[in-house]
């Protein structure tokens, strides 16, 4: 597996993986489409995860906020430490611990990113979805700058 920033090339592939979870698990959105992924990640790095010269899945992270907004593996490469991945070289890139968001029904995200080392700081039933704010306990990975 190689982990790297999103090329122009990738762009279709990473705009693909986004728009089918998007269809499969995001109910609230109402008409997903391809350009979604170009208008979501705007002014985020984004690093992809490459198998056999294939996308496997990508991560979009907003430097500024060490916030990772963006985390989605294709179907096929899930359970294969795709995500693990994307994590681990985005510690790399951020300057304190990151946070993120999560829908609180996505009880597998939830496990995954616990497993992760990520906890729940924030809950918010008033967004729609509702959603936990989870913060990266591993300091230790981090170089403050």
């Not at 994307?86 to 029904?105: D, G, H, N, S, Y």
Request: with cysteine; glycine share 2%; proline share 4%.
């Amino acid at each position: 597996m190689i982990i790297r920033e999103l090329t122009a090339a990738d762009r279709p592939a990473v705009a693909d993986i986004y728009l089918v979870d998007r269809q499969r698990f995001f109910p609230w959105v109402a008409q997903p489409e391809l350009a979604d992924f170009e208008r979501d990640s705007n002014h985020e790095l984004v690093l992809v995860a490459e198998i056999d010269g294939e996308i496997a899945g990508f991560i979009s992270f907003y430097r500024l906020e060490n916030f990772i907004h963006l985390l989605f593996v294709s179907p096929k490469h899930q359970r294969c430490s795709v995500g693990h991945a994307l994590i681990e070289a985005m510690r790399q890139q951020a300057t304190a611990p990151m946070t993120l968001k999560c829908v609180t029904t996505n009880e597998n995200a939830l496990i995954f990113y616990r497993r992760e080392g990520f906890e729940i700081i924030r809950e918010d039933r008033f967004a729609v979805p509702n959603n936990y704010t989870l913060k990266d306990t591993h300091e230790e990975r981090y170089w403050y700058r």
